[in-house]
């Protein structure tokens, strides 16, 4: 149950940072296009070339405005996480990098928004980093995820004593895996309530 | 009267350097030529039976004297001299039986082990051609001290043919997560009679020694946050040396043991320090936007290698111990990290990234010369042996999960050897100075 709903909050995410960062819903129906298999490429065997299908636009959460509906949702959503188990939505960074990237800018204007209401909590963020590369140099690199994911935050005015940091470098990875894939989930900064 | 005793001792001194100047393995030599030894099998020279003893002597002195790459060693199937009716000294052997195998350098000896576990062990060294006894130790000890036996008289064989300390009764820190946790252990420098050091189920890194070998430093969460922690061996007495707000990892001991190079964050992104132990004094070494980990002494103290990302990506780079002459060492490869400045001066190793995995590289501390001495899986953190003829380093080469396993190998990538597997991941080894 829970994980169902992290995922439908993840997968809400993912397509409001499309939103945000495209704004236009041509890019929503490519992306579909490229994961959506048409039905006769599911029957092996068959091969009629190029099809293509219309798809309805009923999951126009980005056209039909309901984005301050859904953000309220996401508070909602983030509150429940935050009060259940303690946790706000990691954000993620690129290889060796710890610069903000466009998609993780949602999460934390969200979360800035919630520190803005709730203004008895303060949270420490943890860097962190795959496994790849020394040690030391992880912890350096998780340290300023943490920092730079701190600096995003306090430009919305959230005062810097709030926001605590602690970088734990490859040693908590989120994802125990040897592929692209677990390291991506592990180049991440996540978010702990530490007090309220 | 006194001169004249201070004129004898002045005499015999020099008598004795004249008797030891004879350099049987030039172990500078590039490519020289090995000396060959044979290794009789172990005497039992009491009433107690002490075959087990007896072969693990023998195993450990071979796999030493193998490891350092030079000797050539006789297979005992070549021996002739009748073990029986031989003794252990010059004048109870027969040195033609040796050369006519092809031997230039003998080694004898026995055990005699008494009902309560306590063990007497005599050996010599001979020189085959000369004949006569290079080296005569006698060792009393307890029966697990076979293999200290073993390495000290390996010592005292590399002392005496090559003229240079040998190190094979130095030790090794690792960091293993066996126990579920990353915790710091301790071994001989083949991987063998491990002991846990830290028990604290944090996260424990980076091991370090101090150069007289009594007191190690490492970091540790175990106070939640990265703090760099001192602890004395012998005692296990420990304290906390570093916790300033932000990291404080990867403490280096200057090669005097007066000062420790660590990188911390207090002032905003990692920067490199150098924190004066007496006087608790920190000096900011590095100043810049990027990341700054991993510092090495040289030998001399001088200077240190260290990482930095300030072109982009890591590399090495070094910099003066007052924090001027930076300059960059490496441009090869994307991601170049722990630097280890070689005992003797001259080389620098770290682990490399290139087409798609780390590998241990050396690479002259003037920027020229770059080697890579492995190819196989990932390779990481090298450090150097106190002789600068060997690295330790951590290696994924193994199939399958929890495959970081501890290796050594000479100093130019050869007879690269694991010594610690199923220990989960063994990761981080730290070579220790030589001991007294």
């Given amino acids: 149950m829970k994980m169902g709903k992290r995922i439908v909050l993840a997968t809400f995410i993912a397509l409001l940072s499309v939103a945000l960062i495209g704004g236009c819903a041509s890019k929503t129906v490519k992306d579909e296009i490229s994961e959506k298999p048409t039905k006769a490429a599911k029957k092996p065997g068959i091969v009629k070339g190029l099809e293509e299908e219309v798809i309805k636009d009923e999951g126009a959460l980005v056209e039909r405005g309901p984005v301050e509906v859904s953000l309220a949702e996401l508070e909602n959503e983030l509150s429940r996480m935050v009060e259940e188990e303690g946790r706000l939505t990691p954000i993620y960074f690129d290889f060796d990098r710890f610069s903000i990237k466009e998609d993780a800018k949602p999460v934390l204007n969200m979360i800035a928004k919630w520190l803005k209401k709730n203004k008895e909590i303060s949270i420490r963020i943890q860097g962190h980093a795959d496994e790849r590369g020394s040690n030391e140099y992880n912890i350096a690199l998780g340290e300023r995820r943490a920092q730079s994911t701190r600096n995003y935050l306090t430009t919305f005015g959230i005062r810097p004593s709030r926001l605590s940091t602690i970088s734990f470098g490859e040693e908590m990875p989120a994802d125990s895996g040897r592929s692209e894939e677990a390291w991506a989930k592990n180049r991440r900064s996540e978010f702990e309530v530490i007090s309220r | ?436």
């Fill in chain 2, 1 to 436: 009267m006194k001169y004249l005793s201070y004129l004898l001792i002045f005499l015999s001194l020099f008598l004795h350097s004249l008797a030891e100047s004879k350099v049987y393995i030039d172990i500078n030599a590039p490519r020289g030529r090995k000396l060959p030894i044979a290794i009789q099998e172990f005497k039992n020279l009491g009433e107690m039976p002490s075959k087990i003893l007896a072969d693990d002597l023998r195993d450990v002195l071979i796999s030493d004297l193998s490891f350092s790459g030079l000797f050539d060693l006789i297979d005992m199937s070549a021996y002739l001299e009748d073990i029986e009716l031989s003794g252990l000294t010059a004048s109870e052997t027969d040195f033609r039986d040796w050369r006519i195998i092809g031997s230039q350098t003998l080694i004898k000896g026995g055990i005699r082990a008494d009902n309560n576990g306590i063990i007497r062990v005599d050996i010599r060294l001979f020189d085959v051609i000369l004949e006569k006894v290079l080296i005569g130790k006698r060792y009393f000890g307890i029966t697990s001290d076979i293999r200290k036996i073993a390495h000290r008289f390996a010592d005292e064989v590399i002392k005496n043919l090559t003229g240079e300390r040998g190190i094979f009764a130095t030790r090794l820190l690792f960091v293993s997560d066996i126990s579920g946790s990353k915790e710091i252990y301790i071994s001989d420098y083949d991987g063998q009679n491990i002991k846990r050091i830290t028990n604290n189920g944090s996260i424990n890194l980076s091991p370090q020694w101090s150069p007289d070998s009594s007191s190690i430093i490492y970091t540790s969460y175990k106070d939640k946050q990265p703090y760099l922690y001192m602890r004395k061996l012998s005692t296990g007495t420990e304290k906390k040396i570093l916790d300033k707000p932000g990291i404080n990892i990867g403490g280096r001991w200057s090669p005097d043991g007066k000062r420790i190079a660590a990188t911390l964050s207090l002032e905003g992104n990692p920067e490199l320090y150098i924190l004066d132990i007496e006087t608790r004094s920190l000096k900011r070494l590095t100043k810049n936007y990027g990341i700054d980990v991993s510092p090495s002494w040289s030998p001399d103290g001088k200077k240190l290698a260290f990482v930095s990302d300030i072109a982009g990506n890591p590399h090495i780079y070094v910099i003066n111990s007052d924090g001027a002459g930076l300059r960059r060492l490496t441009y090869k490869g994307k991601y170049n990290t722990t630097p280890a400045w070689s005992p003797r001066g001259n080389l620098i190793t770290f682990a490399g990234f290139n087409d798609g995995r780390f590998n241990i590289y050396t690479i002259r501390a003037d920027g020229r010369g770059l080697k890579m001495l492995t190819s196989k899986g990932n390779n990481d953190t090298p450090s150097w042996s106190p002789d600068g003829r060997y690295i330790a380093f951590s290696s994924s080469r193994r199939n399958g999960r929890n495959n970081w396993d501890t290796y050594i190998m000479r100093a130019d990538g050869t007879n690269q050897k694991k010594i610690i597997s199923d220990m989960g991941n063994s990761m981080s080894p730290s070579w220790s100075p030589y001991f007294r």
